[in-house]
């Protein structure tokens, strides 16, 4: 399975941007992780093949929204009210399923090559 992530630009804070993560065939779960400079990768959020299931870290819990077409093979995360401490590389990656340990890259079998986000006045 291949991924394409896109959608990442700069925004002012309190702004909205949508990530699309395309794949290449039918994926299972899709998670959404970022990292920024100096900072280790952390789980954003995660949505499980038949989008019953999501998970969302507790930073950007009600701000952000997992979401997927599976006609498309397109994962979406629309993300709100934009913070600078969001500035990160965001990626989307494969997992068999999103579980207790959606947050854990180990979990995750491919992944894209990432899209910049940054949140600046």
């Known amino acids: 399975v291949q991924l394409v992530e896109s959608g990442g630009g700069l925004v002012q804070p309190g702004g909205s941007l949508r990530l699309s993560c395309a794949a290449s065939?039918?994926?299972?779960?899709i998670g959404w992780f970022r990292q920024a400079p100096e900072k280790q990768r952390e789980g954003v959020s995660c949505?499980?093949?038949?989008?019953?299931?999501?998970y969302y870290a507790h930073s950007v819990k009600g701000r952000f929204t997992i979401s997927r077409d599976n006609a498309k093979n397109t994962v979406y995360l629309q993300m709100n009210r934009l913070e600078p401490e969001d500035t990160a590389v965001y990626y989307c990656?494969?997992?068999?399923?999103?579980?207790?340990?959606?947050?854990?890259?180990?979990?995750?079998?491919?992944w894209g090559q990432g899209t910049q986000v940054t949140v600046s006045s």
């Open positions: 990656a494969t997992s068999p399923i999103c579980g207790s340990r959606w947050s854990d890259d180990d979990e995750y079998d491919y």
């Open positions: 065939g039918f994926a299972l779960a």
């Open positions: 949505i499980s093949s038949n989008d019953a299931i999501t």
